[in-house]
């Protein structure tokens, strides 16, 4: 059973940076799609990024585009999502995920193949 296990949240200013790790509990890693989603208080978890197994093909929301970095090393069989420029409004629980389809993980309404991590709390506060 894959495991998904978030790290590296915390409390920051606006303007500032986070980088967000996702470590998989699975040897297959490296021939999953992965993908970033968020949910704020009171609000639907949303998409934020995805990413395809090699790494060349990269899909963000409009909304943390230009501001947002995904990337993976399948040799750690680790994702990751570099938030630079932080806002507000991008405070949020982030969970990551993977799944056989890259459609699917950037479709919307996300039905997940792989149950959810615990997630990483991300605040930015001034």
């Known amino acids: 059973q894959v495991q998904l296990v978030e790290s590296g949240g915390g409390l920051v200013q606006p303007g500032e940076s986070l980088r967000l790790s996702c470590a998989v509990s699975?040897?297959?890693?490296?021939?999953?799609?992965m993908g970033w989603f968020r949910q704020a208080p009171g609000k639907e978890r949303e998409f934020v990024a995805a990413?395809?197994?090699?790494?060349?093909?990269?899909s963000y929301s409009p909304s943390v585009k230009g501001r947002f970095t995904i990337s993976r090393d399948n040799a750690r069989n680790t994702g990751y999502l570099q938030m630079n420029s932080l806002k507000i409004e991008d405070t949020a629980v982030y969970y990551c995920?993977?799944?056989?389809?890259?459609?699917?993980?950037?479709?919307?309404?996300?039905?997940?193949?792989?149950?959810w991590g615990q997630g990483t709390q991300v605040t930015v506060s001034s």
């Open positions: 990413i395809d197994p090699s790494g060349g093909i990269t």
């Open positions: 995920n993977v799944d056989p389809e890259y459609r699917a993980l950037i479709s919307g309404n996300y039905s997940p193949r792989v149950s």
């Open positions: 699975s040897s297959q890693f490296q021939i999953f799609n």
